[in-house]
């Protein structure tokens, strides 16, 4: 007899193997953007101040360069007296004294002075040979975390700060600054570059004046005199500057015609100079 030949079931379940593949790729897929969004923000810092460090045309990176933390920004202190940010501004910088390690660079940080004017506003005087190199106007890498302290303290005051550069009466005559004038107001155009762009103090808070050497603190009878009248003053406003009127045709012509009305008196003095009056708080 012949045998009966017994037929194969098909498989109505073979749909489960391509399901299970599919739920496997799909936890594997959700794993991996799980992974991705679990940033570590000490590396993640650390690679982007690496990429600002190579990218960063501020400053000159032939050397190695260290950003130091010197503490996130605190609240504002707005609102407290005068004394209150002088104070601020001196822990800040002994703080930072105590954070860098170069010995050269502490006995600079040594010469920044903080003086209170009349007005209220805060003088900090930076000597230039801590942030720029002879006759030049790129910031060194070596002051960098000096800088970074200082926005941190701006940060903190959440005030206006004009910065100004200052030169002795030596000349300079390059194809880059033609006289004192463009270098000083280079210099504190990169200062108010640096502390915007690499330290987020907001760029609306921030001015930029050059003076040359038309605003020395001592005479330039000699080399150590010379280098006291190269610096650069970051002043801390206490009242924010006002914001310009603008006027149209017509009222600009009547404001010109009144005061062309003014008797010109030669013996009244003139308004004082906003770097003058200042004296320094023991």
Same mark, same amino acid.
């Given at each position: 007899?012949?045998?009966?030949?017994?037929?194969?079931?098909?498989?109505?379940?073979?749909?489960?193997?391509?399901?299970?593949?599919?739920?496997?790729?799909?936890?594997?897929?959700?794993?991996?953007?799980?992974?991705?969004? #679990?940033?570590?923000?000490?590396?993640?810092?650390?690679?982007?101040? #690496?990429?600002?460090?190579?990218?960063?045309?501020?400053?000159?990176?032939?050397?190695?360069?260290?950003?130091?933390?010197?503490? &996130?920004?605190?609240?504002?202190?707005?609102?407290?007296? %005068?004394?209150?940010?002088?104070?601020?501004?001196?822990?800040?910088?002994?703080?930072?004294?105590?954070?860098?390690?170069?010995?050269?660079?502490?006995?600079?940080?040594?010469?920044?002075?903080?003086?209170?004017?009349?007005?209220?506003?805060?003088?900090?005087?930076?000597?230039?040979?801590?942030?720029?190199?002879?006759? &030049?106007?790129?910031?060194?890498?070596?002051?960098?975390?000096?800088?970074?302290?200082?926005?941190?303290?701006?940060?903190?005051?959440?005030?206006?700060?004009?910065?100004?550069?200052?030169?002795?009466?030596?000349?300079?005559?390059?194809?880059?600054? %033609?006289?004192?004038?463009?270098?000083?107001?280079?210099?504190?155009?990169?200062?108010?570059?640096?502390?915007?762009?690499?330290?987020?103090?907001?760029?609306?808070?921030?001015?930029?004046?050059?003076?040359?050497?038309?605003?020395?603190?001592?005479?330039?009878?000699?080399?150590?005199?010379?280098?006291?009248?190269?610096?650069?003053?970051?002043?801390?406003? &206490?009242?924010?500057?006002?914001? %310009?009127?603008?006027? #149209?045709?017509?009222? #600009?012509?009547?404001?010109?015609?009144?005061?062309?009305?003014?008797?010109?008196?030669?013996?009244?003095?003139?308004?004082?100079?906003?770097?003058?009056?200042?004296?320094?708080?023991?």
């Amino acid at each position: 007899m012949a045998k009966h030949k017994h037929e194969e079931h098909e498989n109505h379940e073979r749909w489960l193997v391509s399901y299970a593949d599919f739920i496997t790729l799909l936890f594997a897929f959700f794993v991996v953007m799980y992974s991705i969004s #679990s940033v570590n923000i000490g590396k993640y810092r650390t690679v982007s101040d #690496s990429i600002k460090a190579a990218l960063n045309p501020l400053a000159n990176h032939s050397g190695a360069n260290q950003v130091i933390s010197v503490g &996130e920004a605190k609240m504002a202190l707005q609102g407290r007296n %005068p004394t209150d940010a002088k104070e601020v501004m001196i822990r800040r910088i002994r703080q930072l004294t105590q954070v860098i390690k170069d010995k050269q660079l502490k006995d600079m940080v040594a010469f920044v002075t903080v003086v209170q004017t009349i007005n209220g506003d805060i003088v900090i005087t930076i000597p230039d040979r801590l942030l720029f190199s002879s006759g &030049e106007a790129t910031v060194r890498a070596e002051a960098l975390p000096f800088l970074e302290g200082l926005g941190g303290a701006l940060l903190e005051l959440n005030r206006h700060t004009r910065v100004e550069g200052h030169t002795d009466n030596v000349p300079i005559r390059t194809a880059q600054f %033609p006289s004192n004038w463009e270098l000083s107001a280079a210099r504190a155009v990169m200062v108010v570059r640096v502390l915007s762009e690499l330290y987020g103090v907001p760029a609306d808070h921030l001015a930029a004046v050059g003076h040359a050497d038309t605003r020395p603190v001592t005479a330039n009878a000699d080399a150590e005199q010379r280098a006291k009248n190269r610096r650069v003053e970051v002043v801390i406003l &206490e009242q924010a500057p006002a914001a %310009p009127i603008l006027q #149209s045709g017509d009222e #600009s012509e009547q404001s010109e015609q009144s005061t062309e009305n003014i008797p010109q008196n030669p013996s009244q003095p003139g308004p004082e100079l906003s770097g003058e009056g200042r004296f320094q708080i023991p």
